[in-house]
Structures are given as structure tokens and as C-alpha cells.
């Protein structure tokens, strides 16, 4: 969902069942409704649960996720992205045999910057330079 739709985040899972521990450590992390991706994913990690699940809690607090840890949003970066030395042929090779319909999944762009030595906000740098969209956000918030 955009920030456009802001207030409404919930509705996406009227029927899901949220995990309330979850819940709790989202109102208790976030502030002014709002939480960094990577404050989402050490989350994920310390409930032992899934990024998408805590995704949904997130959606279901109507909390904006923020901070994308690839860049993706651009209107909540508050630092400067770091420039990509240089996009060798290997990278581009990497991001190529890992696009499906032409994206770029958000898991397959962690592994390929990790793989590559590179910062995740180098990495959607590079795909921003190469035209390629990233897709299959691990939070859910773009598809």
C-alpha cells in the first residue's frame, strides 16, 4: 500500500489473525506511528517470527513503515544513499538471473548486496541506475 493510503493499512488483512505479542512490541517500538524497516526486520527476529507477519501487525496498528533498508522510499530517507562504486558485470549478472518478470524481489536484493559486499542502499542504488524495480517487499508494504 502507498503512503496515500495512510489510516487504511489494516484493511488489507480484515481477516488475518494477528499474533498480539506482535502487536504489543509494535506499540511499544513505534514512534509517531511510525517504525524503520530495519526496526521491523530486528523485531521479526526477536519474536521469532516471520518479517511478513510483523508486517501485518505493523499494517494492522496503522504504523508507516519507514527508513527502507533498499532505499525503496524515497520521501522517508533521511540520510544520503551511498553511491555504488561501480556496477561490474557480475553484479549485473547477479541482479539478472534473479529478476522474475523483470523485478527484483526484496530478499533476492539482500542476498545478491550481501553476496557482492555490498550496503542494501548501494544495492537498490544499482537497481535504480539499471531500471529495475524491486518488488516482494519482506514487510509487505509494496508488491
Not at 488489507?12 to 498480539?20: G, L, P, Q, R, V
Not at 555504488?84 to 542476498?111: D, H, M, Y
Request: positive net charge; glycine residues 6%.
Amino acid at each position: 500500500m502507498a503512503h496515500t493510503d495512510k489510516g487504511n493499512y489494516g484493511r488489507k488483512h480484515d481477516s488475518a489473525k494477528i499474533n498480539e505479542a506482535v502487536l504489543e512490541e509494535i506499540r511499544n517500538t513505534a514512534a509517531n506511528k511510525t517504525i524503520s524497516c530495519a526496526a521491523a526486520h530486528a523485531l521479526a527476529k526477536d519474536c521469532g517470527t516471520s518479517p511478513a507477519e510483523v508486517g501485518k501487525a505493523i499494517d494492522v496498528s496503522e504504523v508507516c513503515i519507514v527508513s527502507c533498508q533498499l532505499g525503496i522510499f524515497k520521501h522517508s530517507l533521511n540520510r544520503p544513499v551511498p553511491a555504488v562504486p561501480e556496477i561490474k558485470p557480475e553484479l549485473e549478472q547477479a541482479i539478472a538471473s534473479r529478476l522474475t518478470n523483470g523485478r527484483l524481489s526484496c530478499v533476492a536484493a539482500w542476498s545478491i548486496a550481501k553476496d557482492c559486499h555490498l550496503t542494501r542502499l548501494q544495492m537498490g542504488a544499482a537497481c535504480d541506475l539499471l531500471g529495475i524495480k524491486i518488488n516482494a517487499c519482506q514487510l509487505g508494504t509494496f508488491g
